[in-house]
């Protein structure tokens, strides 16, 4: 069973920056895609990054050239880097890994972002 552990969030003041990470159990990282999603009330959850088994990454152009998504394989941990951060960005984010076709959720982690 593939388990993943958000930690990073928290309040920070518009334009400051925070870095969330997802620890993954298991040596499953270097073959799967990892994605960051956030979710606010009310709303669907959205994907915000996303980096590919081969290294590759995505966003959204809400998030870009804002937010970086990373990870070391050597410690199966997933990162995503905030900066510039923005009221709007205010959300519960959730980090997904996808292994052989199965999708597996972190609890997710709140980030507040004062104005």
């Known amino acids: 069973q593939v388990q993943l552990v958000e930690s990073g969030g928290g309040l920070v003041q518009a334009g400051g920056s925070l870095r969330l990470s997802c620890a993954v159990s298991?040596?499953?990282?270097?073959?799967?895609?990892m994605g960051w999603y956030r979710q606010v009330p009310g709303s669907v959850r959205e994907l915000v990054a996303i980096?590919?088994?081969?290294?590759?990454?995505s966003y959204p152009d809400s998030v870009r050239g804002r937010f970086t998504i990373s990870r070391d394989n050597a410690k199966n941990t997933g990162y995503l880097q905030m900066n510039s951060l923005k009221p709007e960005d205010t959300a519960v984010y959730y980090c997904?890994?996808?292994?052989?076709?199965?999708?597996?959720w972190g609890q997710g982690t709140q980030v507040t972002v004062s104005s």
């Open positions: 298991g040596s499953v990282l270097r073959s799967a895609s």
């Open positions: 997904k890994l996808r292994v052989a076709e199965i999708d597996y």
């Open positions: 980096i590919f088994s081969g290294g590759g990454t």
